[in-house]
């Protein structure tokens, strides 16, 4: 199971490569990367199935819900009865009278046609809205990455940003949660950028991952969304530099 993370694919080819060695199925979590590319591929069509997201963080939402993705035949009909209780859905049974069976334990997890609707609404802006996101990604980019104390999203040739979260990496001489306190007294809404599997109480794993760790303990989400002003893209990168350079003048 591959993650593509902030809107960006992972490096595919030696996941692939390893995966067909040893006959693997290859799984794409592209829950925040709808649009996103790797070597003119599409995210979600490079393994054998994936998963989309329409949560509210996400560049194309409905408040919840989310998408299986897949050219095999066998998973799609075997996904959409998981979706429906263990039966055919109602649209494979529209045009002929059939009392559906009970084949296998299903579960309800069928976007409801309101929130479809905001789906396919939201598809057909999804190119201007991508548009809209990359010219402020822009902007931050152009103003935070003379900073000595963070680095900017790297944006690797072969892959296809949709910049679903900015998140840039904190030097560790920079108190990551008490940088979003300080943003925040300001109006500034921030978050973590992301989680590190191996210390949560749920795995009970004995486990560390380094990488993992540093980058839960000092990464920093950015706002960004299609509707945000550009000068309040620069208020933010005034104000997070601002607020990191204080830090360091205390030190």
């Given amino acids: 199971m591959v993650v593509h993370a902030f809107g960006q694919t992972a490096d595919m080819d030696p996941i692939m490569k390893i995966a067909q060695a040893h006959r693997l199925k290859v799984i794409e979590d592209a829950a925040c990367a709808l649009g996103a590319g790797y070597r003119n591929l599409p995210a979600g069509s490079i393994g054998d199935i994936a998963a989309v997201s329409f949560h ?21 009909d075997r996904v959409r009865s998981l979706s429906c209780f263990g039966i055919k859905p109602a649209y494979q049974r529209q045009h002929k009278f059939e009392i559906p069976s009970f084949r296998s334990l299903g579960y309800n997890y069928k976007l409801s046609d309101i929130n479809a609707a905001i789906v396919i609404a939201q598809l057909k802006r999804y190119p201007s809205l991508t548009k809209r996101r990359l010219a402020l990604v822009k902007i931050y980019d152009t103003l935070l990455k003379e900073c000595p104390y963070l680095t900017v999203p ?13 998140a ?11 940088l979003i306190l300080s943003l925040r007294e300001e109006g500034v809404e921030t978050q973590i950028g992301t989680y590190s599997a191996c210390i949560q109480p749920v795995y009970h ?12 303990r000092h990464s920093l989400a950015l706002p960004l969304y299609p509707g945000l002003a550009e000068n309040d893209v620069k208020t933010v990168a005034h104000k997070l530099k601002e607020h990191i350079y204080r830090q360091v003048k205390r030190k």
């Fill in 56 to 76: 509210a963080r996400k560049n194309i939402t409905c408040g919840e819900g989310g998408a299986v993705l897949t050219n095999n035949q066998k998973y799609a």
């Fill in 154 to 166: 790297f944006h690797p040739k072969a892959a296809f940003h949709v910049y679903q979260t900015y």
């Fill in 168 to 178: 840039v990496v904190l030097k560790p001489a920079i108190d990551r949660n008490k």
């Fill in 205 to 216: 794993s004995t486990d560390r991952c380094p990488r993992s760790l540093y980058l839960y």
